[in-house]
């Protein structure tokens, strides 16, 4: 499986983005896929994770109702709305996948996805 993360950008505060992760390999559509960031100097975190066939959604808790996951299984391509954008969501922001991420329960778990995209980076400044 490759992943392929694009869309990132520089927007002012209160601002949105929307990113892409494409992917292609044979088993992708039986995957989960989840976003992680990492701010500056700070270490990694969950942002929300998708699981196809009805798995469901993850969103981290801090972020729930600016953003969004969604996949459109004809395209193998995951996207994150972001929306009401802080200066504190600046960072670089990945895509990944895997067979083992089942579950909404342990999406938010970097260890448990195989597969990590190469990060799109997201500047929120004015």
């Known amino acids: 499986v490759q992943l392929q993360a694009s869309g990132g950008g520089v927007v002012q505060p209160g601002g949105s983005l929307k990113l892409s992760c494409a992917a292609s390999g044979r088993f992708f559509s039986t995957y989960s896929v989840g976003w992680f960031r990492r701010p500056p100097g700070k270490g990694r975190e969950f942002v929300a994770g998708i699981g196809w066939h009805g798995v469901g959604t993850a969103v981290a808790d801090g972020l729930k109702g600016r953003f969004t996951i969604s996949s459109d299984n004809a395209k193998n391509t995951v996207y994150l709305q972001m929306n009401s954008l802080k200066p504190e969501d600046t960072a670089v922001y990945y895509c990944?996948?895997?067979?083992?991420?089942?579950?909404?329960?342990?999406?938010?778990?970097?260890?448990?996805?195989?597969?990590w995209g190469q990060g799109t980076l997201v500047t929120v400044s004015s």
């Open positions: 990944a996948s895997g067979p083992r991420a089942s579950s909404t329960s342990i999406m938010n778990r970097a260890e448990v996805y195989d597969f």
